[in-house]
């Protein structure tokens, strides 16, 4: 009997944490996070969220569940493009978290408790929250010849010391 509510209680911390592909966002441990499908034309583009995850495309990347975050997508020779994905309360996850808490209710065991507040406490906001847009199909569009990608990182400095002013004579 003790195995069963031991399987239940496994089977409720299933439950309340989701049942999206699960990922770590980079620096932000356990939180609850969800992946986006980022598939773009040409393939092989670089895509970064603003959390420091990165991959080639196609792939997924994993944003937080409870506030989402940004997508940047490049590639030598097109127009960088960035999307701001965000989040909001899904009804399904609320109710899978409702219907755990009455079964709780009518057969409380301490073990099940003890997992499902330990699960709440790690999945926090997130447990209840899911991103509004998962898929990303993006179609890059070229630079015409002299064009700028003005969403592009900035190229580094070379560090050399160039003089300000070269009228003054510094020989003497």
């Known amino acids: 009997m003790n195995l069963g509510r ?22 932000h441990g356990l939180a609850p996070s969800e992946t986006a499908h980022i598939v773009t034309l040409p393939a092989g583009a670089l895509a970064q969220t603003n959390y420091g995850d990165s991959c080639r495309t196609p792939c997924y990347l994993p ?23 965000t989040s909001s309360v899904s009804a399904q996850q609320v109710a899978q978290r ?18 499902t507040a330990l699960a709440n406490v790690m999945d926090g906001r997130g447990g209840v929250m899911e991103l509004d847009e998962r898929d990303f199909q ?10 700028e990608d003005l969403l592009a990182p900035a190229t580094p400095l070379t560090g050399e010391r160039v003089p300000i002013d070269l009228s003054v004579d510094t020989s003497q």
């Open 6 to 27: 031991t399987t239940l209680a496994l089977g409720i911390l299933v439950a309340v944490s989701g049942c999206a592909k699960m990922q770590f966002v980079k620096g």
């Open 63 to 85: 944003l937080l569940r409870d506030r989402g975050g940004e997508i940047t997508v490049s590639a030598p020779g097109f127009h960088t493009e960035r999307f701001t994905v």
């Open 98 to 115: 409702t219907t755990s808490m009455a079964v709780e209710a009518s057969d409380p065991d301490p073990v099940a408790l003890g997992l």
């Open 138 to 147: 993006i179609e890059l569009r070229p630079l015409a010849e002299g064009e």
